[in-house]
């Protein structure tokens, strides 16, 4: 069940519109149009907008639809048909007679241009909207949601994709999939870094997913250190496929997670003088904003400080960053990078991440070494 938005757009010559009479005769083009698509079509309101410019007409057609056409004195026509759809009901327009109400229009009017959107879904029970890394809407083939639970740090959900398997969604962002392999092997460098032997350090990492790759590569001892119990339960009921079994221990002979904010582990680690291999920063994304400061760029250069204290010389720091698309944001990670005393370095790595429908940009930074070789 939804609410069922279907928009249409239309440019004509801007001289068309731009006065009172123009702009009625391109609405009473409309009208009669729609009457061949809506049934029960009848005009509710028109009304000239004197301040923004412009004509608007209300229509109201058979279950409950309501249909707005609007003229821009710039020459834009827009059509917003709303209707709300039960389960088990034909809608109201599907996308061919969309297809063909576009055609009709855009004939009728000789319109310089024509666009109809893919009918919009509101208000459904479960919802195949999420955002890319730069706040474009992207739909998902989202059928199911599996799990559904807040814990005292976010919104948890575990939702079904017909392409990408399970996907784990927190406060609505989509964070990883059963399709998301190359995520998490290009997170790790696998194949160019050697973990074997190596004592490692995730920060967050709640999926399991990188703890689980992590382990295959036979390291000395890896801590996780995640704060929300409920995504671990969550995963390890529903994730399988990306974490195996290893969310169903807290501690064993290769690896422990530790539950609790991961500052706790870094500041002990710190008082012990103890010194580890490998960080991994799979907390909270770069953030898209104008400038580097805030509470969230704070807490990422926070982590960056403590994590370089606790890595050996020869010790790294692997991340993902954000996506491709949001180049001002990854220039102001790397301006923060050069801030950083002792002075690090850095080489990153993209990969396209198919929950994410985006490439996805990855950091292994490490301590900045002399020409000579000598740190």
């Not at 061949?36 to 509710?44: E, N, R, V």
């Not at 994590?307 to 020869?314: A, E, G, Q, Y």
Request: charge should be negative.
């Amino acid at each position: 069940m939804s609410v069922q938005t279907v928009l249409l757009d239309f440019s004509v010559e801007a001289g068309r519109a731009e006065d009172e009479p123009g702009q009625k005769a391109l609405l009473s083009g409309v009208e009669p149009l729609l009457r061949k698509h809506l049934p029960g079509l009848s005009a509710a309101a028109r009304v000239q907008m004197p301040h923004a410019g412009g004509a608007l007409l209300l229509l109201l057609a058979d279950r409950g639809a309501s249909v707005s056409v609007r003229v821009f004195p710039q020459g834009l026509i827009t059509v917003n048909i709303e209707y709300y759809k039960a389960d088990g009901d034909k809608p109201l327009l599907d996308f061919e007679s969309s297809k063909l109400l576009e055609n009709l229009i855009r004939v009728t009017l000789e319109c310089d241009r024509a666009k109809l959107f893919p009918t919009i879904k509101r208000g459904y029970k479960y919802d195949v909207y999420l955002t890319s890394s730069d706040e474009r809407l992207l739909e998902y083939d989202i059928d199911s949601v599996i799990h559904e639970s807040t814990s005292p740090f976010q919104k948890i959900q575990i939702v079904h994709s017909k392409s990408l398997g399970n996907m784990l969604v927190l406060d609505e962002l989509q964070n990883i999939a059963e399709a998301d392999l190359i995520y998490t092997e290009t997170l790790m460098q696998r194949g160019k870094e050697n973990f074997e032997g190596a004592e490692i350090i995730i920060l967050g990492g709640g999926d399991g997913a990188l703890l689980y790759e992590l382990l295959k590569e036979k390291p000395k001892f890896v801590w996780m250190l995640e704060i929300d119990e409920d995504v671990m339960t969550a995963c390890n009921k529903y994730m399988k496929s990306i974490c195996g079994d290893v969310l169903e221990r807290r501690k064993c002979d290769e690896y422990e997670i530790v539950v609790d904010d991961c500052m706790v582990t870094l500041n002990k680690f710190l008082s012990q003088g103890k010194k580890v291999d490998y960080v991994f920063g799979d907390l909270t994304d770069v953030p898209i904003s104008d400038t580097p400061s805030g509470e969230i760029w704070d807490f990422i250069m926070l982590i960056l400080e403590t994590s370089f204290k606790v890595l050996k010389p020869s010790g790294k720091f692997m991340t993902h960053a954000n996506g491709a698309s949001c180049p001002e944001a990854l220039k102001m990670y790397e301006q923060q990078l050069m801030k950083l005393d002792p002075p690090v370095e850095f080489v990153k790595s993209s990969a396209f991440i198919p929950s994410f429908l985006e490439d996805w940009i990855f950091y292994q930074i490490s301590f900045k070494t002399e020409k000579n070789g000598t740190a």
